[in-house]
């Protein structure tokens, strides 16, 4: 009821009675998460901006789990959120339980995440999106993109001009953020039967796969799944295993101090697979269609059907039970998505411990979609085929909410940059694990659905969940797309810590001084400053402060941020070497246009390589596949020949 008064409010103020005869500097088509955060990052930029969606009641769908966060995505949405962006803020919102992952390990894995309301988070986003300055929202189906081919550059198929929905209807724009998820030419899987859908009881987006294609485009498909929803009245929680969450929760946003539901979190129950469900998987796989394509799912959260094929030796596996919100009684089994036919599931699901007497309200499956190869795109995301068009999300083959949100916040910062003929905004592997995500979908692509993890940074102890504010919030500030009452929030925040960190290091003793004061240190003779001292696991800026008084007026939070810094403070200052070596490659630019032919001594296969994904920097070079280091020394003498040139082609003429 809530999302239909909100879409009506979007409807009657706006004046929607027609799309047709509209111009916008950007267009941003689907309003998943990968859309709400493009489309809200364009209109921070200035540009005029317009989110097209099938239904406005769907803007801020949680597709599948009613979770946000986890080990390497939770660092996400926390650079998400540096940015000024929305994930974060909303999951402060709508979340129903708190708990950051790994934390008896170091702060460089430790993972933010929480349960959440699906109900509140859909209202809260389109709360924000509704009253968003300079952003309109609009139903509408895009049915294809619209082209120009004059004055593209040789090495373009054509540049946008606007966007044709299924009426027939042209809106005009000079940038499109395509975040269609899983609808591209979607198609559902239940058993054997197959029918076109992004999402249950969702049509498809079937144009523009067709727009892509004639593009030049290079499709593939790709598999994802969801479990089947439980009725929460119908099973026995008695001797499952319990989870609560965090007596104190972390927020996602670092705008807030604490959370909207702190006193009133839901637990979670774990129960397991039994050698029971196995059979019952293995006797269907025959009659699983989704199984048997030989298109790729997901690794990292795979199908029941993949982890009893894949894990034969298994006894059992893992199901986490999660409530989806507080007015509704439905439970999501996270692990074991599936695509059995409809009458198995059900007695499939009763031989589990717990759900003897389950009753399923919506049935699980799988989804097969279109995706691009990532690598015909550019560090800002938008596609080196088409000017003016960008892609966030699933189209580029990640999965997960975080990865498209990341993605999206990053795609439509530059759709609202290039309309406004204002320069990129790119994040590298140095900055965060949204530089690190886009870095290996251009560079290496994906043979299966993309998510991340904090293993796949080489920087990770720079690169935590606790810092993204001070690596992303001024760099998005001089991108023009952080809010005066964030920027004014961060530099406070920037000064504190600041300031009780030069406190910590003026207090110094030798290791009979702290001995004395009740810090006992290796007797070495080496003189500590109380910074130092932090490197100790048994000390913290708390205990400190009986010595240093001034610590105890901070806030606890800025404390805790503090001593992650001290902890790692040896270890940091190696991988700051390693850093500036690697900006080192990074800032020796590499014209995207470059004629490979041109470059003496490289191997055919080489030369393929490079005109696949054509690297914008030495650094992006070095990281592709196949590269050897003769291929290196022969690019790089090249393109020190002529930077020069290019270098002058990227002077930006100033606005009138």
């Known amino acids: 009821m809530l999302c239909r008064q909100l879409c009506k409010r979007v409807w009657s103020r706006r004046g929607l009675a027609t799309v047709a005869n509209l111009s916008y500097d950007v267009c941003v088509i689907g309003g998943g998460h990968a859309g709400c955060e493009a489309a809200a990052a364009a209109a921070r930029t200035g540009a005029r901006t317009l989110l097209l969606t099938q239904k406005l009641d769907t803007i801020g769908e949680l597709s ?135 999402r249950i009881n969702e049509a498809p987006s079937l144009g523009l796969s067709a727009s892509l294609n004639a593009a030049g485009f290079k499709l593939r498909r790709l598999q994802t799944g969801t479990p089947a929803r439980l009725d929460g009245k119908t099973i026995n929680f008695a001797n499952l295993d319990r989870q609560d969450g965090d007596a104190s929760p972390s927020p996602f946003s670092f705008l807030n101090s604490t959370v909207d539901n702190a006193v009133n979190q839901i637990p979670c129950f774990k129960t397991n697979t039994t050698a029971a469900t196995h059979q019952i998987v293995k006797d269907n796989l025959h009659n699983c269609v989704h199984i048997q394509e030989t298109k790729k799912g997901p690794r990292y959260c795979p199908s029941l059907e993949s982890k009893i094929l894949r894990f034969g030796h298994r006894e059992s596996h893992n199901i986490w039970l999660e409530p989806e919100g507080y007015n509704s009684d439905v439970v999501y089994p996270n692990g074991i998505s599936c695509s059995l036919p409809e009458d198995v599931q059900e007695p499939m699901m009763r031989t589990i411990p717990g759900l003897e007497n389950v009753r399923m309200v919506r049935p699980a499956y799988g989804v097969e979609y279109d995706h691009v190869d990532a690598r015909e795109l550019g560090p800002t995301l938008e596609t080196k085929r088409i000017q003016g068009l960008f892609l966030a999300g699933q189209i580029n083959g990640t999965t997960g909410y975080e990865e498209a949100a990341a993605q999206g916040i990053v795609a439509g910062i530059n759709a609202g940059l290039s309309a ?11 900055d965060g694990y949204t530089g690190v995500m886009i870095d290996d979908l251009i560079i290496k692509g994906t043979e299966e659905p993309y998510r991340m993890f904090t293993s796949r940074s080489e920087y990770r102890m720079t690169l935590r969940s606790d810092n993204a504010d001070l690596r992303l919030t001024e760099k998005g500030r001089l991108a023009g797309i952080v809010s005066d009452g964030r920027w004014e929030t961060f530099q406070s925040t920037r000064s504190a810590l600041y300031s009780a960190t030069e406190t910590l290091k003026s207090v110094v003793f030798s290791p009979q001084g702290w001995a004395e004061r009740g810090y006992p240190v290796p007797l070495d003779g080496v003189r500590r400053s109380a910074f130092e001292m932090l490197r100790y696991r048994n000390i913290s800026s708390v205990a400190l402060s009986a010595l240093i008084p001034e610590l ?75 590269m050897t280091p003769t291929s290196m020394v022969y690019l790089l003498r090249h393109a020190k020949r002529t930077f020069k040139k290019y270098e002058e082609s990227l002077i930006v003429q100033p606005l009138v």
């Not at 709360?127 to 004059?150: K, M, Q």
């Not at 406004?420 to 140095?430: A, K």
């Not at 403070?569 to 590499?590: I, K, T, V, Y």
Request: net charge neutral; charged share 25%.
């Open 64 to 198: 599948c789990n009613p979770s946000i966060g986890g080990v390497g995505k939770g660092t996400l949405v926390r650079e998400v959120d540096a940015l000024d962006g929305l994930m974060g803020r909303v999951s402060d919102k709508a979340g129903v339980q708190f708990h950051i992952l790994n934390r008896s390990k170091g702060a460089a894995v430790w993972g933010p995440r929480a349960q959440i309301d699906r109900d509140l988070y859909k209202k809260h986003m389109q709360s924000a999106l509704i009253d968003y300055p300079r952003l309109d929202v609009r139903a509408g189906s895009v049915f294809d993109l619209v082209f120009n081919h004059e004055d593209v550059a040789k090495s373009r198929w054509g540049k946008i001009s606007g966007v044709r929905l299924d009426n027939g209807s042209v809106i005009d724009c000079t940038q499109v953020v395509i975040c269609t998820g899983t609808f591209l030419s979607g198609e559902i899987h239940i058993g054997l039967q197959r029918f076109p859908a992004g």
């Open 420 to 430: 406004l003929q204002r320069p990129p905004f790119i994040l590298t592997r140095g």
């Open 552 to 626: 105890a007026k901070l806030d606890p939070r800025l404390l805790a941020r503090i001593d992650i810094d001290g902890h790692y403070d040896a270890h940091l200052s190696r991988q700051e070497a390693d850093l500036r070596h690697f900006q080192e490659d990074e800032n020796l630019l590499l014209d995207p246009q470059m004629d490979y032919s041109a470059v003496d001594g490289l191997s055919s296969e080489v030369r393929e390589r490079l005109l696949r994904v054509r690297p914008t920097t030495i650094g992006a070079a070095k990281r592709m596949e196949g």
